[in-house]
């Protein structure tokens, strides 16, 4: 019988995130009969972690602080030592490392380990981070290849980085349908005599909160049973708060923890918007068609190659509050085409994001790897 194929995922958090339920989605899918499965988190468990640990062969956090910045930059040596000696313990066929810190370590600590299989994943298109793409750089030379969320994301990266077009390519998030036939309500309760809407992410300047916050102000003058909200934490929060509070839409914006289970949340609403002013590929947009809720979106990166605009969505220009507001009165006026659009959506993501054709792609790329 021949060897289990050993892979080690390092991600930067186990928090409850796009990422995280990506990679765990993925994990508890691969072949077992094939593959050894371990994680490492940078950071402390989160939210995530237990579901990962019970899908893995064997779970490690090396525990560092949620800060970035300075904090981060200081605890990197730490970082890099702790996970040199855990690849080193683990002595893995291939390293796939998933968003930037991560990806970073994973190259330096496993060429110093001699791992010659490490794959970096591209998640988000880091616009707006110079500092990011230089260390990407600089060390791109340690990655044997790049995957990248949406051919959007893959673009930008071998534009940023200068790579040879066959060092990246493209695996597109995916979708478990059956799960989503199964998704029965939970705790959560919206008020069902009010227009819900939602936005689920990372409260960061990229996700477009104010964006949406601003189109709303344009909105209660003629809808005031408008019930908005937020799911996640980040460093906006403290920004968003008090915007609520200076435009007066306390009565109209809500902000709840991230939820592990979002789906049920999600059956709830009216719509979804995502004003994101740069994305990859956002798990949230496929949840949401997969469950058959309306989705308005920013014109952007990988949401442009999932939805045409009419059909599966209504699109808007990035950071345009006032197509935002127009698109969310459409919606509210004309529930047919809310349903239709909804509708459509569905119908693609069973059609060409399954989950099924994201592990099939992947065990493919790290088959193709080993017999090199």
């Known amino acids: 019988?021949?060897?289990?194929?050993?892979?080690?995922?390092?991600?930067?958090?186990?928090?409850?995130?796009?990422?995280?339920?990506?990679?765990?989605?993925?994990?508890?899918?691969?072949?077992?009969?094939?593959?050894?499965i371990h994680v490492c988190s940078l950071k402390k468990e989160g939210g995530f972690a237990d579901r990962i640990k019970h899908a893995a062969d064997g779970f490690y956090s090396l525990n560092l602080s949620e800060s970035g910045g300075v904090t981060a930059l200081f605890s990197f040596p730490v970082a890099l030592f702790s996970l040199m000696r855990l690849i080193r313990q683990i002595k893995p066929d291939i390293i796939h490392s998933f968003l930037f810190r991560a990806n970073i370590l994973a190259r330096l600590a496993g060429n110093a380990a001699k791992v010659?299989?490490?794959?970096?994943?591209?998640?988000?298109?880091?616009?707006?981070?110079?500092?990011?793409?230089?260390?990407?750089?600089?060390?791109?030379?340690?990655?044997?290849?790049?995957?990248?969320?949406?051919?959007?994301?893959?673009?930008?990266?071998?534009?940023t980085l200068k790579l040879p077009p066959d060092k990246i390519?493209?695996?597109?998030?995916?979708?478990?349908?059956?799960?989503?036939?199964?998704?029965?309500?939970?705790?959560?309760?919206?008020?069902?005599?009010?227009?819900?809407?939602?936005?689920?992410?990372?409260?960061?300047?990229?996700?477009?909160?104010?964006?949406?916050?601003?189109?709303?102000?344009?909105?209660?003058?003629e809808h005031q049973n408008l019930q908005i909200y937020f799911f996640g934490q980040g460093p906006e929060k403290k920004v968003l708060k008090e915007m609520v509070q200076k435009e007066r839409l306390n009565a109209y914006v809500l902000f709840m923890a991230p939820v592990e289970n979002i789906y049920p949340c999600i059956l709830q609403m009216d719509m979804i918007v995502i004003p994101s002013l740069w994305e990859g590929l956002p798990n949230i947009l496929l949840e949401a068609m997969a469950l058959e809720r309306p989705v308005i979106a920013a014109k952007i990166g990988g949401i442009m190659e999932v939805v045409d605009n009419e059909k599966e969505a209504l699109l808007f220009d990035p950071g345009n509050e006032k197509q935002l507001a127009e698109a969310i009165r459409?919606?509210?006026?004309?529930?047919?085409?809310?349903?239709?659009?909804?509708?459509?959506?569905?119908?693609?993501?069973?059609?060409?994001?399954?989950?099924?054709?994201?592990?099939?792609?992947?065990?493919?790329l790290y088959d193709a790897l080993l017999k090199q």
């Not at 958090?13 to 094939?34: M, P």
């Not at 298109?125 to 994301?153: C, W």
Request: with cysteine.
């Open 1 to 36: 019988m021949p060897e289990k194929t050993t892979i080690l995922y390092v991600i930067t958090s186990t928090n409850v995130g796009g990422t995280e339920r990506a990679l765990f989605e993925l994990i508890k899918r691969l072949d077992r009969g094939r593959f050894n």
């Open 330 to 364: 459409r919606l509210i006026h004309d529930p047919p085409l809310a349903k239709q659009i909804a509708a459509q959506a569905k119908a693609r993501v069973a059609r060409d994001f399954t989950m099924n054709s994201c592990v099939q792609k992947t065990e493919a």
């Open 116 to 159: 010659k299989n490490i794959i970096s994943s591209v998640r988000v298109i880091e616009e707006g981070h110079p500092l990011k793409h230089l260390a990407d750089r600089l060390t791109a030379s340690q990655v044997k290849l790049y995957t990248a969320v949406s051919e959007a994301a893959r673009d930008f990266t071998l534009k």
């Open 169 to 221: 390519i493209t695996i597109q998030n995916g979708i478990d349908m059956d799960l989503v036939q199964s998704i029965t309500p939970g705790e959560f309760k919206a008020d069902g005599y009010k227009i819900n809407i939602c936005l689920v992410c990372r409260l960061d300047r990229q996700k477009g909160h104010a964006i949406l916050l601003r189109a709303l102000k344009l909105l209660v003058s």
